[in-house]
C-alpha cells in the first residue's frame, strides 16, 4: 500500500546549514522496513522557507485541535472588542458639572454609620465616629449607628443599636466579633429607611452595611480609617501573605464598590490610587473639639499632678496610643533611654493609653531603667485627656502606622509643639519648624528635636501657639460639614438619570 502522512510531528523547522528539503520513501516488504530520503531542489530565499516553515508548523498547530483552535480565536475576539472599547467609546475623566448637590444641601439627611468598634472601647475608630455622628447632629441630620454589643452595660441612647456578638478577642476581649448575618442588623436599616449608609471597615459588618446598600438602593460612604498591613501580626494568616497582598486587595477591592471614600490625609489618598481605587475620594480629617482641649482648670491640674507625682522642674512629655506592637513605642522608649545615658535627665515621659503590649512595654521601661523617668498611665476617660495634654510641655510620638494622627491634633489644640516619625499620617499635620517637628526613625535624630524644644523655651512656646492656631482649622463643625456636602455629592451623582 502506498501511503502520505505530513504536518503535525514538531515545533517550527529551523533552517539550518545543513537542512534541505526533502521527503522520504518507506518500503515495508515482511518484516524489513525500508526507508529512503529523496531530496527536493527548492530553489528558494532562506526568508521564505522560514515563513513557509512557520506557516506549516502553525497550520499543524491548529488542524490536531479545533478545540486549541476556537479558543484562540475566542480570545483574539475579546481582545478585538477590548481594543474596540477603549478606542471609540467617548470617555470624560473630568467631574461631572452638571451633577447638582443643592437639593441634598438644604436636606435633612439620614445616614446610618456602621462600625465594627465603639464606646465602650476607646480606639480611634470609636472617638472618630462619635465625634462625626455629634457634628452631624448639631447640622440637624438624623444618625443611627449600628455597632456591636459589649460585656460593660452602656447608657446607650436609642439612636445606637447594638449587635450580638458571637466572640470577643484581645486581652479585655475589647475587640467583638459581631453577627454579620444578624437580623437585627437587617430589620434596623429597613426600619430606619437611610438616605445613605456609612461604614468604618471594609470587612465584617462594613461588608454587611455595603451588601445593605445595595438591597435598600441607596449609597455607601467608607471612610479609611486603619493601614492593615499594620496588623498583620493579628490575623492568623501567613505575616507577609496578608501584608503584601491581602491587605491591600481588600481595601482595593472594598472601595470600588463603594460610591465614595473619606481618608484623613494626601498620603492616604495617594496610597489608595496608587492600589487602583478609582472611587471619588473626600480628603478630611477627624475633626477635634478645639474649645474642650484648649482650655482646662487650673485646679483640677494641680491636682492631676500632684496625683501622678509629677515633679514641676522636669519638663513633661506627653505620648497617647494604643499600647502595642505597631504603634512603635519601644522605639521611643530607646530614644529617651539615649538621651538619659548624655545626661537629660530633666524630662517625664507620660505614656497614656492601654493594649496588649503594656506588660511587656512596662518591662522595657524597667530595663531600660526609665523608671523614674517615665510612667506608664493607662487608659484615660476621653473627657479628662484635655487635662493630660496641658500638663505636657511636648507631645512625642514614634507610631507609623497611622492613617491620620488624631492624638497629634488634639495636643495641638492644647497648645502642644510635637516631635514625630516621619510617616503617612503624620506628614499631613505636622508642619516642620511651625508647628513640630518629624524625623526619620532614627534614634539620634529624634532625640536631638525632643532635646531642641525641651531646653529651648522660646522655641517651644512659639511652636506651641503656632500649633493651637492650626488646630482651629480642624473644629468639628468644620468636619461634619466637609462630610455632609460630601455626602450630599454622593447622592446626586447616585441618583443623577445619567448614572
Not at 243 to 266: D, E
Not at 438 to 457: C, F, H, I, S, Y
Request: glycine residues 6%; aromatic residues 10%; charged residues 20%.
Amino acid at each position: 500500500m502506498d501511503y502520505v502522512t505530513t504536518g503535525g510531528a514538531g515545533g517550527i523547522l529551523i533552517d539550518a546549514d545543513s537542512s534541505f528539503h526533502h521527503y522520504v520513501i518507506v518500503d515495508v516488504a515482511g518484516e524489513n522496513v525500508a526507508i529512503a530520503p529523496v531530496r527536493l531542489n527548492v530553489d528558494s530565499p532562506g526568508w521564505w522557507r522560514m515563513v513557509t516553515s512557520v506557516w506549516s508548523t502553525l497550520y499543524a498547530f491548529f488542524y490536531v485541535s479545533y478545540t486549541r483552535f476556537l479558543l484562540i480565536v475566542g480570545v483574539l475576539a475579546l481582545l478585538t472588542l477590548r481594543l474596540h472599547r477603549l478606542i471609540f467609546e467617548d470617555r470624560d475623566y473630568y467631574p461631572d458639572f452638571d451633577i447638582d448637590p443643592t437639593p441634598f444641601l438644604g436636606k435633612s439627611l439620614r445616614v446610618a454609620m456602621v462600625s465594627n468598634n465603639y464606646f465602650p472601647f476607646v480606639s480611634g475608630v470609636s472617638v472618630s465616629v462619635d465625634r462625626l455622628r455629634n457634628g452631624l447632629c448639631d447640622l440637624g441630620h438624623l444618625l443611627q449607628l449600628l455597632v456591636p454589643r459589649y460585656r460593660e452595660a452602656c447608657e446607650d441612647d436609642r439612636s445606637i443599636k447594638r449587635i450580638p456578638t458571637l466572640m470577643a478577642f484581645g486581652q479585655k476581649g475589647e475587640f467583638r466579633l459581631t453577627n454579620p448575618f444578624s437580623a437585627r442588623f437587617r430589620r434596623c436599616l429597613r426600619a430606619f429607611k437611610p438616605d445613605i449608609i456609612h461604614v468604618h471597615h471594609p470587612f465584617w459588618l462594613g461588608s454587611m452595611g455595603l451588601f445593605m446598600g445595595r438591597r435598600l438602593k441607596v449609597p455607601v460612604i467608607y471612610t479609611y480609617h486603619t493601614r492593615l498591613e499594620h496588623y498583620a501580626h493579628f490575623v492568623p494568616l501567613p505575616g507577609a501573605l496578608f501584608r503584601n497582598l491581602i491587605s491591600h486587595y481588600l481595601i482595593k477591592r472594598f472601595s470600588n464598590r463603594c460610591q465614595g471614600v473619606i481618608v484623613p490625609t494626601y498620603s492616604a489618598e495617594e496610597y489608595l490610587r496608587m492600589i487602583g481605587v478609582k472611587t471619588p475620594t473626600l480628603v478630611q480629617p477627624t475633626g477635634i473639639d478645639v474649645e474642650r482641649f484648649s482650655q482646662v482648670d487650673e485646679s483640677e491640674l494641680d491636682a492631676l499632678r500632684e496625683q501622678l507625682g509629677v515633679s514641676s522642674s522636669r519638663k513633661i512629655l506627653i505620648s497617647v496610643s494604643r499600647i502595642s506592637k505597631e504603634k512603635n513605642i519601644g522605639f521611643m522608649l530607646e530614644a529617651l533611654a539615649d538621651l538619659q545615658s548624655q545626661g537629660h535627665e530633666d524630662f517625664h515621659l507620660l505614656l497614656i493609653g492601654d493594649g496588649p503590649d503594656r506588660e511587656a512595654i512596662q518591662t522595657q521601661i524597667d530595663t531600660l531603667k526609665l523608671t523614674s523617668q517615665a510612667t506608664l498611665v493607662g487608659a484615660v476617660p476621653p473627657d479628662q485627656m484635655a487635662l493630660y495634654y496641658h500638663l505636657g510641655d511636648l507631645f512625642v510620638f514614634a507610631s507609623t502606622s497611622e492613617t491620620q494622627g488624631m492624638v497629634i491634633l488634639e495636643a495641638m489644640s492644647a497648645g502642644l509643639p510635637v516631635v514625630a516619625v516621619r510617616s503617612s499620617g503624620i506628614d499631613d499635620v505636622v508642619r516642620q519648624g511651625v508647628n513640630g517637628f518629624k524625623t526619620p526613625q532614627n534614634r539620634q535624630a529624634w532625640g536631638q528635636k525632643v532635646v531642641e524644644l525641651k531646653d529651648n523655651t522660646e522655641l517651644r512656646q512659639q511652636l506651641g501657639k503656632q500649633s493651637s492656631h492650626f488646630a482651629k482649622e480642624f473644629d468639628i463643625k468644620n468636619f461634619a460639614s466637609a462630610v455632609a456636602t460630601f455626602y450630599a455629592e454622593v447622592l446626586a451623582k447616585y441618583h443623577s438619570p445619567s448614572r
